[in-house]
Nanobody, 125 residues
Framework: QVQLVESGGGSVQTGGSLRLSCAAS????????MGWYRQTPGRQREFVAA?????????KYADSVKGRFTITADRLKRTTDLQMDNLTPEDTAVYYC?????????????????WGQGTQVTVSS
């Protein structure tokens, strides 16, 4: 099993910055990717940013955060950070760390998704 623990959420005013961090622990798997999603009440969880370690996708961002958010991740340390700048009230949400790992006996590997408990980010106008 993989445990993901987020930290760094909080409250800021419009235009402010926050940095979220996520650290994985537990059994050591090969990681396919790590990233961040967010969710507001009554809405589906939405993709924010991710780093793909294996494969050609690299770093991806949701259009709504491009140019404002920066994701970093370390596959060996099993950590990911999300630097959020120029925040707006529309960024208010619970932010979840996400990691996909390879499970199963080779060559029949599959990818398993894991989630953190979430950390609240609130941006006031």
């Amino acid at each position: 099993q993989v445990q993901l623990v987020e930290s760094g959420g909080g409250s800021v005013q419009t235009g402010g910055s926050l940095r979220l961090s996520c650290a994985a622990s537990g059994r050591r798997y090969t990681y396919h990717s790590m990233g961040w999603y967010r969710q507001t009440p009554g809405r589906q969880r939405e993709f924010v940013a991710a780093v793909t370690f294996i494969g050609g996708d690299g770093i991806k961002y949701a259009d709504s955060v491009k140019g404002r958010f920066t994701i970093t991740a370390d596959r060996l340390k099993r950590t990911t950070d999300l630097q959020m700048d120029n925040l707006t009230p529309e960024d208010t949400a619970v932010y979840y760390c996400h990691a996909e790992v390879y499970v199963g006996p080779p060559p029949n590997l599959s990818r398993e998704a894991n989630w953190g408990q979430g950390t609240q980010v609130t941006v006031s106008s």
